[in-house]
């Protein structure tokens, strides 16, 4: 294992909330040094990080890597290898694979494929329920055992509000987080786009507010009712950032997470039937998304998620409605989250902190820090390198992006994981 120091960089460390000009230096895949001063000790390779960010690589909350069960899209092997062009150290995966993450099996299924890749943590959520029914709940204390951070549905309804309280019973006694994406069943009705005058002027089966608001009302006043702990995935509204903000003002153990192309996408991007842009939870109307990065600034959601989706070709090439939901958003969530300092959204420090710190809180597991001894899960930024999106450039098999000829300032030019470099811009 080579050692490396990086002189005169800009360190943000959001563990201890600083932001500051230093030389760090990587050891045995830990930091050795940190200091305004430089090292006394010699390393086997020195990078001016003058005009350069160093900080925690990102976590990701979700991801979907498509192995097992969709290996037409990507895999594992493949989207590690995307996540570490993304300067993104961890992942989680939601349990929607085929089959689902209902047993002990699975996760050790999925951990036996992702150790051959290596060099990206895994973390991964179990169902909820057998098989994602949304009616039996799956065996929440095997999967705890077998290593699983929390629980979701994915995108699956549970059957009624019992199945919701039993659930949140259970995973307040393991001490375990329920993964939310709120999104009520019925209301939204198999639509794909906002209910508002452009999905409608579209003729594109709806998505009303109302379906996020009443999913989340109903697990709100659960979470008051058992005390058990809530990550809501995802939002997309105005109106549910704020119910949000008031359960986390009652002293509820809720979060919230945004997926990076809510907080710049607007269903404005859905003219002309752009399925690069057909997403779940839709893009909603500016004022959603306005308030989406207003929440994000004052930390009622405390963590940026890129909800990758690889999409092979064929997926997005039907009429709108019947072409498959999601972006391929690993190598875009730093950028996007760059483009919200540049914006004056937020600071350098606070893009570490909703990338970093925040998810790795929801998660229960350390934060990365910047200090000696810590494990080296780090990426150096270049914040003012301007370079144009091209989705054949993508290292993801999935070229699905609505982001393709946007002009973008800021990339990864390294990622370290425990130390080694795993990724190096060219």
């Known amino acids: ?72 899209k990507a895999s594992l092997a493949s989207e590690t290898r995307a996540a570490q062009a993304g300067g993104i150290g961890c992942v989680v995966l939601p349990p929607d694979t085929s089959p689902v993450v209902d047993t002990p099996a699975m996760v050790d299924r999925i951990r036996g494929i992702a150790a051959r890749s290596g060099g990206l943590d895994i973390e991964i959520l179990g169902a909820l329920t057998q098989g ?28 009624d509000a019992l199945v919701v309280r039993r659930a949140l019973e259970y995973a307040h006694g393991l001490g375990q987080v329920i993964h939310v994406f709120a999104q ?31 999913a ?31 359960a986390q003002s009652r002293g509820l153990p809720i979060t919230a997470d945004v997926a990076a192309h809510q907080l710049f996408l ?47 070709a064929d997926a997005k090439v039907d009429p709108f409605p019947m072409t498959e939901p999601g972006i391929s958003a690993l190598e875009t969530l730093l950028p996007l989250s760059l483009r919200l300092v540049h914006d004056g959204i937020l600071s350098p420090l606070e893009v570490a902190t909703r990338l970093s710190l925040g998810p790795s809180q929801v998660l229960g597991r350390p934060a990365a820090a910047l200090k000696s001894k810590a494990v080296a899960n ?42 080694q470099v795993v990724y190096r811009r060219a």
């Open 216 to 246: 989340l009302r109903l697990w709100i006043s659960l979470v008051e009712d058992t005390g058990a702990r809530v990550h809501f995935c995802r939002l997309s509204t105005a109106s549910g950032a704020m119910l949000v903000e008031s």
């Open 132 to 159: 994602l029914k949304g009616e039996a709940l799956a065996s929440m204390s095997a999967l705890k055992r077998a290593g699983c951070v929390g629980y979701s549905q994915a995108f699956a309804p549970l059957r």
């Open 184 to 214: 009520d069943a019925a209301l939204s009705n198999g639509g794909c786009a906002h209910e508002g005058p452009v999905g409608t002027r579209l003729g594109l089966p709806p998505i009303p507010v109302a379906a996020e608001v009443a």
């Open 266 to 312: 607007t269903d404005a991007d859905v003219e002309g039937f752009d399925a690069m842009t057909h997403v779940i939870p839709p893009l909603r109307a500016t004022h959603d998304r306005d308030a989406l990065r207003d929440a994000l600034q004052r930390g009622v959601i405390g963590s940026i998620c890129s909800d990758h989706q690889p999409h092979e």
């Open 378 to 419: 780090l990426v150096l930024v270049d914040p003012d390198a301007q370079w144009t999106l091209e989705p054949r450039e993508f290292v993801s098999r999935g070229r699905n992006t609505p982001f393709a000829g946007y002009g973008f300032k800021g990339r990864v030019n390294l990622t370290l994981h425990a130390g």
């Open 1 to 72: 294992m080579t050692s490396l120091l990086i002189t005169d960089v800009r360190v943000l460390d959001p563990v201890a909330g600083t932001d500051a000009i230093a030389s760090v230096g990587i050891r045995d895949g830990r930091i050795d040094h940190h200091d305004a001063s430089l090292p006394s000790t010699r390393y086997d390779e020195t990078i001016s990080g003058h005009g350069l960010w160093l900080m925690p690589s990102a976590v990701d909350l979700a991801a979907r890597f498509r192995e097992p069960g969709a290996t037409h």
